[in-house]
């Protein structure tokens, strides 16, 4: 079904915590995945333009379950996956989170790919390219975003460009959930991996102009709009393509580098 508007809108409609109640949800879905300090929520309320949408907290690993976003135009989900890394938990609570994402991302035909949330501060860190080598080995297309943009110079950034670039086949995406920086190219990025290229034109949110770090942070307001049902695409799998990453063997399986 194609969109009549080029507004965005985002719905939490799902919030999964144990992986018994996860769901068929049959309408494409991208996952969003990082370490628990990233940034995700920050993103996601910069995506759909609503402060709240997700929730924010200055103490890291508070998203502990898989949040269905659900997208208008295009019929689709964003979902966002607990934080790893973060060890000033229980074990027993690292275990549980790794083992939901793992089911998640192995048994789930619709998922189209995966955008690794990684801070544009850093270099790689182990954690990111394992995840990055394990969503490869599931044969999904991936892509690198590198958040907190707005914290880094421009050559900061343009270097933390090229340095990913090299290890990836599709160029990473500077995002800045403070100024809106990358959002727009971010919403290109995304439409392209879900819907059909002949969709792709008119399900992609409107352009909006893209901020610099210097520029005053970007006000956001609810958009307008009530959700709608999943609508079921014509594919019933993955969608085909290279992966995001190049080719490398994981070292060992999602969950158990989660537990350190």
């Known amino acids: 079904m194609k969109p009549e508007t080029t507004s965005v809108v985002m719905t939490l409609t799902d919030t999964i915590y144990l992986p018994s109640q996860l769901k068929t949800v049959p309408a494409p879905q991208v996952a969003l995945a990082g370490r628990s300090n990233v940034g995700k929520s920050t993103l996601v309320n910069m995506l759909g333009s609503r402060k709240g949408l997700a929730k924010i907290s200055a103490t890291p690993g508070k998203t502990r379950s898989l949040n269905f976003y659900h997208i208008r135009p295009g019929e689709f989900y964003l979902v966002d996956l607990p934080g ?3 060890a000033r938990c229980a074990k027993t609570e690292r275990e549980k989170w790794a083992k939901l994402i793992d089911v998640y991302l192995a048994n789930n035909p619709w998922l189209r790919a995966v ?5 544009c501060r850093l270099p790689p860190q182990a954690l990111d390219l394992d995840l990055l080598a394990y969503a490869t080995g599931q044969g999904l297309p991936t892509m690198v975003v590198l958040t907190k943009a707005d914290k880094c110079s421009q050559r900061e950034r343009e270097a933390k ?3 990913w670039a090299d290890m ?3 160029p990473p995406v500077v995002f800045s959930g403070k100024t809106g920086l990358g959002r ?11 819907l059909p290229e002949s969709e792709t034109a008119e399900a992609a949110p409107a352009p909006s102009p893209e901020l610099s770090p210097e520029d005053a942070a970007a006000s956001v307001t609810s958009p307008n ?12 799998g993955p969608t085909s393509g290279d992966p995001g990453v190049k080719p490398r063997k994981p070292r060992r399986r999602l969950g158990s580098r989660a537990k350190t």
């Open 84 to 86: 790893y890394g973060y």
């Open 115 to 119: 955008l690794a949330v990684v801070d």
């Open 161 to 163: 460009k090229r340095l």
């Open 168 to 170: 990836l086949t599709v």
């Open 184 to 194: 727009a190219a971010l919403w290109a990025e995304i439409s392209r991996l879900v």
């Open 225 to 236: 709009g009530e959700s709608a049902g999943p609508q079921a695409p014509g594919a019933t």
